[in-house]
C-alpha cells in the first residue's frame, strides 16, 4: 500500500485523483500540497481523502508519511518537487511537461543519471491506451516493417479560451505526438516545421493561428505529418497512421454504437477528449502505483522523453515564427536512458 | 449486331431501352409491340429507334426483322412470347417472372427440353452484380467452406402505393432472394415460412403487412432467414451474408463517400433500388446480347430458375395465409438444366 | 468496505477474485467456502487474501464477518446460499444461472416477494458492457422507433471439450441472449424455437448438433434470430442488430487495429471471450458493492431475469427434441420486479 | 455518329479502343495512325476496326474521313496533332500529359485562344470517376466548409520497371493529384516541394528513391500533403481526404466482399491500378464523344488544366534535386478558362 504525496490541486489533478479513489488500487494519498491551501482542503473534502494538509513541497516530499510524489501544479513548478523526490529517493510521477525549459528538463536528468536510477515518470499517457499499444506492439513484431511515414490527426472540436493562443496548440495538443512518435518510429527527431494552411475562418479566436501543420523528420529520414485543428466542428478526433515497408497500422475510429438512421449510415465522434483516454489515465498511474508497490524500476514514459518533448515543443514554436525547419539537437542519451521500450 | 424485337413498353422496357440506347453494344431494337400501341409509339419516338411498329406478338417473334425477343409486358403475358421464340428457335430475354403460375413455367421448359436446347434468360439481375458475383466466386472458391446458414435485408425506405398488398413483397422483393439464395448456395429448397413480426405503427398502409421475415430451408438443410422491409425509413438497403464451415461472406455496405460532419462519421444510404443495380442491368442484357451475336448457348439465369422463383413464390404466399412451414416440392430437374452456373 | 463471503472457487470465481483484488474498489473478501476445501485455500493463497476458510455454507452466508454474498459454485448449488442470504437480509450476487430449475427460481422469488425487497443480483454481465449499454439507451432514446426484429451471432472458434453436447450451447452461450434480447426490447417472450441448419463437417464434436438458429417471439410480436455456431473457425464474436421502426441499432465489430497488409484491409479476430467482455465483468460486479456499500436497493439484473432466462433455456431445450415453437409461460411478474430498467 | 482518327497505338490506345469497341456508343474509329505502321495494322485487326491506316499525323487530322482527333502517341509527340486539330477546328481528346514542356502547352492555349474556342479535353479520368465526383460535389455543396488541408495516398504494390526512375513517379503518379487537388480545392498552386522519407529497403530499383512526400501549397493557403508510395507491397491504393473549416470528406475504401476468415475480418486490395478507373476511363470518353455528337462546349479537363499539370509537375522534378519549396508561376488564367467547373 503505498503512501502518496500530491502535489497541485486542479483540474487534472482531481482526474487523477477520482481515479485513485474509484479505481485504482494498492495505494492511499496521505499527503496533499497546494499553493493555494483551500484548493487542497476543498480536494481532501471532496473525495473524502485521509490526507494531511502539507505547509511546503519539501515537507510534503520528504514526510515519513509519503512513499511517492505526484506532480500535478502548474506546468513552471515541476522542478522543484521532482528534483526533491529524487534527492530523497523516491519515485515520482509528474504531469506533463516534465518542465518548461530544456534546461530545467536537464538538471533532472542530471540528477538521476547521478542517483544511477530512475525516479520520474512522466504523464504521457496515451502510451497505455490499449489501441496505440497495439499499434507499438505491431510496429515492434514487424508486420508492416520499417515505419518510414506517418500521418496523424489531433482535432477538438471547438478551443476552449485556454487554447486561445497558438502556442498551445503545440504546448497542450502536439505535445502528446511528440512524444508518441519517436516511442512508435524508435528514433530520434532531426528536425520539425510547422506551417499554417488557409486558416478556418469559424474560428473564433483572433489571437490563435488555425489549423496547423507541424512535420517532424527523423534522423534516418521518417517523416511524419501532424494535423491539428482545434476547430473541426465535426468532433473530437485523435488518429494515428504509421506507413512501413510492406503495410500500414493506424488507430482505428472509437468504438461506437452503428446505426442506421436518416437516410445515414454513421457512428457518433466524441465531443472532446474526457472520453477517449479515460482507460489510459487509469492505467498509466495504476502501472506508476504497481512499480512503487514491487519497488521495480519504472518502465514508463521517462524524464530523458520528456526532455525530448520540451525541446521539441521549443523548436516547433520558433518554427512557428517563420514556418521554418528547425533542427533538433539533443546530447547523447545517457546510459541510463539506453534501454528500448 | 443483333436484332431485337421488344414487347412491352412499360416502366422497366424504358429501363432496358435508355440501357440499349445509351450504353449497350452490338444490337438494334427493330420491332416494338405493346397491347396499347401509342405506349410503343411513345417508347420509339422518345429513344428515336428506327423500329418498326409490329402488329402483335406472332407477328413481332416470327419477323425476319428480329433475331431476339426481348419480353417486358405485363407479368401475365410472358408466356405467349417465349413459347413463341422457343417455336422460333430465337433467344429470349425475359423479365421476370418466367410466368405467374407454375403451370406456365412448366410449359415453358417443356418446350426448351423438347427443343433440346436453352433459348430463354430470365432477368434475374442480381447475379451479374459485380458484388454478389464476389460472392458467388468466394463460396465457390472454399473460402467460407460449406454454407450452412444465411442472412438477407432487402430494405425499402417507404413502399410506394404499388407494394400496398402483402403479396407483392413476396413478388417483387423476395423473389430476387428467391434466385439468389438457392444461386450462392447451391441447393434447392426443401421448405419456406413467412412470419409477421410486430408490425411497424409508420407503415402507412394497412393492407400490407410489414415487416415480413421469410425463413428458407434447402435440402442439404441450410438455412437462411429473409428480412422484408418496405418501412425502413432510413434508406433502401440489400445485404446478404453467408455463414459458412469456416467463415463469413457477406456484401459490403455500398460504396459512399465518407464524411466527418455534424459530431457523425457517415455515408448516405440510397433512398431507393435506382441507384443500386443500374451496372447489374446493363451488365445482364449485354451478356444475353454477346451471346446471341456469337450465337453461343446462354449462361444466365435459365426457364428453370424462372420457375423455382415462382413455385417458392407460391408457397410463400400460401405461408402467408398462416406463418405455416410450407414445403417445396419440385419434379426432378432435367437434364438441359444440369449443368450449374 | 463491503466484507464479501465467497462461496464456489472454481475457474469463473477466480476471474472474479482476480478482479477485486487488482481493479475493484470498496470491498475485500473475508470469508472463503468450497466444497473442496483445499480450492479453497489454494485460491486463499493464490490471491494473498486476508480471508477465513469457511465451513458450511451457512456458516458463510450468517457469518458477522460477511456483508454480502458471492456465488460461484456449480449451477446446482446456487439455490441455497441465495436463500439463505436473502433470509439474513443481506445482498447476494450469484453467478448465472440463478437456478437450474424454474420451480428453484420460483423458490427465490417467492422469498424475495416475502421480504419485500430486492437481495439478489444475477451475474448477466453483458449488460454492464459498454457496447450493450449503448445499444440499450439507443433504443430506450426512441432513435430507431419501436424494435421489430433482431439478429444476432454469437460464435466460438472451436468448442471446448466442455461444449461437447447439445444442451450447452443453450445453456452456455445462449443464455445471455435470452437475457440481453428481452432487456433491449422491454417485451416478454412468447415463445421459443430451435433448428439445426445444415451440419458443420468440420464440428470435431459427434454428440454436438452445431450450429444453432433459435428464434424467440415476443409478446408484442417481435421476432429474434439467433446464430449459435461453436465452429465458427474464424474467431469469437458476439454480435446484436436491433432493426427498429424507422432504424438499426448494432454493436459495432470490436475494435481492432486496422492493417493494410499482404494484399488484405484487415482487423484480427478474438480468439475466444477472455478480451470480450473484461470491462463487463469488473463493472458488474463494482456496481453490485457500490450499491451495497451505499446501501441503495440493487439495480441490476434480478431473480426474475433469472427466471426468465432459466424458463427460455428449458424451452429451448425442450425444442431441440423436434425443432417445436415451445411456447413460454410465466407467472404475472410480481410488483417488486415491475420498475423498469 | 462521330468518327474518331486515331494517332498512336501503343497500351493506352489499346486501352481506350477496347472500350470503343466493347462498351462506348456515337462513334467509329475511321483513321488510324502509328510512327510504326505495323502496330497501326495489328490494332485495326484485333478490334476488327473499319478503319484506314493513315500516312500521316497531318493527313488524319485533315481527313474528310475524321470529325474528331485522339491522341495517345507518345508524352513528347502530342503538340502537332493538337494544334494540327484545333487549327481543323477539330475536337481531340489527349491522353495525359498534354504536352511535355510548358512551352509546348502555351503554344496550345494560345492557339485555342486564337480560335476563342475550347478544342482539347485532356485524359484527366479520375475527374471522372464517381468517387471522385461525390468528394467534388460535397465540397461544392459546402458540407464540410471551405477546403483547408488534404492528405492523398497514391500507393503501387510495386513498382513496375517503367517506373524505375525518380522522376517518373512524378509524370505518372503525381500527375493525376496535380490535377485533382486544384479541381477539388478551386484554386491555384503556389508551391510545391518533394521530400524523401526514409528509403525502402525491399525497393528492388536502385535509380527509383522511393517513397516521396509531395507538399503542394495554394495561393489561398491551404496545404495537401501526397504521399507516393511505388512500394506498399500490401496492395494498389488511391485514397484523397480534404479537411474543411467544419468536416472530412475523404474517398471511402473500395468497395469488395466482407470476408471473416482466418481470424481475420477483411477486404482484399487491388494490385494494381487495372481495376480501380475502369468506369472513368470509359466516362470520360463517352463525355467526349457525347460533346462532340451534340457539338456542345467541351466541359472536362482544359488545355489550361494540362498546362497546369505540366509546370506543376516540372517544378516538382526541379525540388526532388535538393527537397526545396518550388514556387509555382502561371500567367494569368485566360479568359477562355475562366468558366468553373
Chains 1, 2, 3, 4 share one sequence.
Not at 515537507?59 to 522542478?79: E, F, G, I, K, P
Not at 496515451?126 to 497495439?134: L, S
Not at 487554447?163 to 502528446?176: G, L, M, Q, V
Not at 449510415?265 to 472532446?272: A, E, N, P, R, S
Request: one cysteine or more; charged letters at 20%; proline letters at 5%.
Amino acid at each position: 500500500m503505498v503512501k502518496i504525496g500530491l502535489i497541485g490541486c486542479g483540474a487534472i489533478a482531481h482526474t487523477h485523483v477520482s481515479n485513485l479513489v474509484n479505481h485504482l488500487k494498492g495505494e492511499e494519498i496521505t499527503e496533499v500540497f497546494d499553493v493555494v491551501p483551500q484548493a487542497a482542503k476543498d480536494l481532501i473534502k471532496e473525495y473524502q481523502l485521509n490526507a494531511h494538509l502539507s505547509e511546503s513541497v519539501d515537507a510534503l516530499v520528504n514526510s515519513n508519511n509519503v512513499d511517492v510524489v505526484m506532480v500535478c501544479s502548474r506546468n513552471d513548478t515541476h522542478v522543484e518537487p521532482i528534483l526533491a523526490a529524487i534527492q530523497a529517493h523516491k519515485y515520482v510521477f509528474t504531469e506533463k511537461p516534465l518542465a518548461t525549459t530544456a534546461a530545467a528538463c536537464k538538471k533532472i536528468i542530471a540528477a538521476e543519471v547521478a542517483a544511477g536510477q530512475r525516479f520520474v515518470q512522466v504523464g504521457f499517457m496515451r502510451r497505455y491506451d490499449p489501441a496505440y499499444q497495439e499499434l507499438k506492439a505491431t510496429i515492434d513484431q514487424g508486420l508492416i516493417g520499417a515505419p518510414l511515414m506517418g500521418y496523424c490527426r489531433h482535432f477538438m472540436t471547438v478551443p476552449p479560451t485556454s487554447y486561445f493562443k497558438t502556442e498551445n496548440t503545440i504546448n497542450d495538443s502536439f505535445i502528446h505526438e511528440s512524444d508518441i512518435i519517436h516511442w512508435l518510429f524508435k528514433d530520434d527527431y532531426a528536425s520539425v516545421q510547422v506551417q499554417f494552411p488557409r486558416p478556418n475562418s469559424l474560428n473564433p479566436a483572433a489571437e490563435l493561428k488555425d489549423p496547423q501543420i507541424v512535420t517532424v523528420k527523423m534522423k534516418q529520414g521518417a517523416i511524419v505529418n501532424v494535423y491539428l485543428n482545434q476547430n473541426s466542428h465535426y468532433g473530437y478526433e485523435v488518429r494515428c497512421q504509421v506507413i512501413g515497408e510492406k503495410g500500414i497500422a493506424q488507430l482505428p475510429e472509437v468504438n461506437r454504437l452503428d446505426l442506421h438512421a436518416d437516410r445515414k449510415i454513421y457512428h457518433d465522434v466524441d465531443y472532446d477528449w474526457s472520453n477517449r483516454f479515460v482507460e489510459a489515465y487509469q492505467r498509466e498511474l495504476q502501472d506508476f502505483i504497481d512499480h512503487a508497490n514491487r519497488q521495480e524500476a519504472l518502465t514508463g514514459p521517462t524524464a530523458w522523453d520528456g526532455y525530448i518533448a520540451t525541446v521539441t515543443s521549443d523548436c516547433a514554436i520558433q518554427s512557428q515564427k517563420n514556418e521554418a525547419v528547425v533542427p533538433i539537437e539533443l546530447p547523447e542519451r545517457p546510459e541510463l536512458y539506453q534501454t528500448k521500450e
